[in-house]
């Protein structure tokens, strides 16, 4: 689930700025509005996010992933270049540490078939990642850029829920 989380906004954000890029008050051409993507970049730091992992477990690295990703979609609403590439800076270290910490959590999770459980993972993260290219193409058609990021938050907030609900049933079933 919170892979998908990562992958549904991640594709959402990035399929639907380009439109915000193209429109006032920005007027880009699809050269320099295809720039956005050199952010991608940013998921090098995903071997340093699976040490940090290690060390603080992958569910508080997930979550802190998630409030990077919250910060990262609110820093888009303004209409403003730095605020706007900021946010989705944010969204792409936040997609890559929360996808290597969801990884983590899939790999842990199972003593046995492993494979199944990898398979599963990566079954609904295609999924989410198409329904990510679907959706927020809706809710920009509503709403424009604040109906995609109003989305991308929606799921975030849901997202943080259930893990936050599910460390506490660890934690109870731990100490039962």
Do not use: H, K
């Amino acid at each position: 689930m919170l892979g998908s989380t990562f992958f549904f906004t991640f594709v959402g954000t990035f399929s639907y700025v380009t439109y915000r890029l193209e429109r006032p008050p920005f007027v880009f051409g699809t050269a320099a509005t295809s720039l956005v993507f050199c952010l991608w970049v940013l998921g090098a730091a995903g071997p340093l996010v699976g040490r940090l992992a290690d060390r603080l477990g992958w569910q508080r690295v997930g979550l802190a992933a998630l409030g990077l990703a919250a910060a990262g979609i609110a820093l888009t609403f303004p209409a403003t270049l730095p605020t706007l590439f900021g946010g989705l800076a944010l969204v792409t270290l936040a997609n890559f540490a929360g996808v290597t910490a969801a990884q983590l959590g899939v790999a842990g999770s199972a003593d046995v078939d492993r494979g199944t459980a990898s398979g599963i993972y990566f079954s609904l993260y295609y999924a989410s990642g198409a329904l990510g290219g679907y959706l927020p193409a809706l809710a920009w058609q509503a709403w424009g850029w604040s109906g995609v990021a109003l989305l991308g938050l929606a799921v975030i907030g849901a997202a943080a829920l259930l893990l936050l609900s599910s460390r506490g049933t660890a934690s109870a079933r731990r100490r039962a």
